[in-house]
């Protein structure tokens, strides 16, 4: 194998690449990328068993076919430090070697053989359709920080899509917050089963939006997902679980209405938790007459309390919550202001966002001093 690329355009899809290899593995060929070049042009494959990313390098020259897989990581440091603007050879060596040259540089690198390298196989994807790029995107930011971290909830560890009411919902939660984001459902996707996307999907098809404009050719099947946009193909295993009845504690009963500016309550909780302790993050809300008063206590930092100006005009309340998950929720609000629904010390509170009425989100109470 022979074959000439620019460096800037071989780090581009490396990037994509090299996230997707794990820095630790027990089997030495999960650790690798795969090259191949033939006539239809050059493409890189990376795997970790349950997600494979595949993609055609653009302007780059193949010489001689051939295929090859080295070190993902070591391949992308390398070219990472290569001067910008340079151009570089990777050839095959007959010690199975891979030799990269960039001008005075030369670089001989450890192989393995591309029969040992796994391929996912996809199957048969019924369910095809199209949607948008910064409609995905959006679905993915509102949503993604509510995603369970915690292993025995596996079902968790994902963002749960599904058609509802001729609209498409990404859902995500992790017990103690909910995230629910709705969107008109895309042409074609009347059949779409109930998945659940797992975390490190999410992350990898978030960074290929941001360099992508237009739109994203999505197939599903029960078990797996594949993106296709312009020369990249990931697919994706699914989690093989049932998403909770998530309807359940979204507040349907709620009747104390409370709306604050966006900007000023961030920074007001951003400001008094600064004494919480790490392990509780625990704020007390106190509204009453159009005002909300924060109030902090820790027992070895002192105390912090700050008035915050709000429309309420139902009877007093005293609540507790995670001052980190506030902050959370009101950094995907997009409007200037937002609704706080709530009804006593015991009950979920429900937040929407006043220029975003699809978007909702449900914050469990904290027990309080």
């Avoid at 997600?51 to 010489?63: G, M, P, V």
């Avoid at 029969?115 to 199209?130: H, L, Q, R, Y």
């Avoid at 005002?291 to 902090?296: A, G, R």
Wanted: hydrophobic residues 40%; charged residues 25%.
């Amino acid at each position: 194998m022979k074959i000439s690329v620019e460096r800037d355009i071989l780090l581009k899809s490396l990037n994509h690449i090299q996230s997707v290899v794990e820095r630790r593995n027990t089997i030495p060929i999960l650790s690798n990328v795969k090259i191949i070049a033939n006539n239809e042009g050059i493409s890189l494959t990376a795997t970790d068993l349950d997600l494979e990313i595949i993609e055609s390098l653009d302007k780059a020259n193949t010489i001689e076919d051939g295929e090859i897989t080295t070190s993902a990581h070591t391949l992308y440091d390398i070219v990472r430090k290569l001067p910008e603007g340079s151009s570089l050879d990777i050839v095959t060596k007959d010690n199975d070697k891979l030799e990269l040259s960039c001008g005075q540089s030369n670089f001989e690198l450890s192989t393995l053989p591309v029969e040992d390298f796994p391929e996912m196989s996809a199957g048969e994807m019924p369910c095809n359709f199209i949607i948008d790029s910064e409609e995905l995107a959006n679905m993915i930011d509102k949503s993604k920080f509510a995603i369970s971290t915690e292993e025995t909830r596996y079902y968790l560890n994902g963002i749960f899509f599904h058609a509802i009411n001729n609209s498409l919902r990404s859902v995500a939660t992790d017990g103690h917050r909910l995230a629910c984001i709705q969107s008109n459902l895309p042409e074609g996707a009347d059949d779409i089963p109930s998945i659940i996307i797992p975390k490190k999907t999410i992350g990898e098809v978030r960074k290929l939006i941001e360099d992508i404009e237009g739109n994203i050719n999505l197939f599903i099947s029960e078990t797996k997902i594949r993106f296709e946009v312009t020369n990249i193909s990931l697919t994706s295993k699914l989690i093989d679980g049932t998403f909770p009845d998530y309807e359940r504690v979204i507040p349907k009963t709620n009747t104390k209405i409370m709306t604050v500016k966006t900007h000023d309550f961030a920074s007001s909780i951003d400001r008094v938790a600064t004494i919480s302790s790490d392990k509780s993050k625990a704020v007390k809300f106190a509204i009453n007459n159009n005002s909300l008063t924060l109030t902090v206590i820790n027992p070895d930092a002192g105390t912090a309390v700050e008035k915050v100006d709000v429309s309420y005009e139902a009877d007093e309340l005293e609540v507790g919550f995670n001052a980190r998950y506030l902050l959370d929720i009101a950094s995907q609000i997009s409007g200037d202001t937002m609704t706080f629904t709530l009804e006593d010390p015991g009950a979920p509170a429900l937040i929407n966002d006043s220029a975003h009425e699809d978007a909702t989100y449900v914050l469990m109470p904290m027990r309080v001093w």
